[in-house]
């Protein structure tokens, strides 16, 4: 049995890059919590649970896709409008890039058999 690469996005990358957007948009712009969460689709509790750890602590992001979602929140901080856009960029960078097979690897191994991706080792 194995899952979709779909749904290793939706249960693991897609939070810890709202992980990631939380604590630069808090963190480094200094939004609240609540504005943060507007910004993002979530509310003001989950950004609490992602700073705390609570959620999306499984997966560690590489260099480069922070420093993509880093150029993404100056965004969104200077438009809350566009954080759904640059959320999809990011995720569009991280299967470009490779960093998504990682992540699947990682939690469905059966999969890579069938992927016609080749995850960066």
């Given at each position: 049995?194995?899952?979709?690469?779909?749904?290793?996005e939706?249960?693991?990358?897609?939070?810890?890059?709202?992980?990631?957007?939380?604590?630069?948009?808090?963190?480094?712009?200094?939004?609240?919590?609540?504005?943060?969460?507007?910004?993002l689709?979530?509310?003001?509790?989950?950004?609490?649970?992602?700073?705390?750890?609570?959620?999306?602590?499984?997966?560690?992001?590489?260099v480069?896709?922070?420093?993509?979602?880093?150029?993404s929140?100056?965004?969104?901080?200077?438009?809350?409008?566009?954080?759904?856009?640059?959320?999809?960029?990011?995720?569009?960078?991280?299967?470009?890039?490779?960093?998504?097979?990682?992540?699947?690897?990682?939690?469905?191994?059966?999969?890579?058999?069938?992927?016609?991706?080749?995850?960066?080792?």
């Open positions: 049995m194995y899952l979709l690469p779909q749904e290793i939706v249960w693991y990358i897609i939070p810890a890059v709202r992980k990631e957007f939380a604590r630069l948009l808090t963190q480094e712009h200094k939004l609240s919590y609540e504005k943060t969460g507007l910004a689709g979530i509310s003001k509790a989950a950004v609490s649970q992602y700073l705390s750890n609570k959620r999306a602590n499984k997966v560690c992001l590489d480069k896709t922070k420093k993509e979602i880093n150029k929140a100056v965004l969104i901080f200077e438009n809350p409008k566009v954080a759904m856009v640059e959320i999809q960029k990011i995720l569009k960078f991280m299967k470009d890039n490779h960093c998504s097979c990682n992540v699947c690897k990682q939690y469905n191994k059966d999969v890579i058999k069938y992927c016609n991706c080749e995850p960066k080792y």
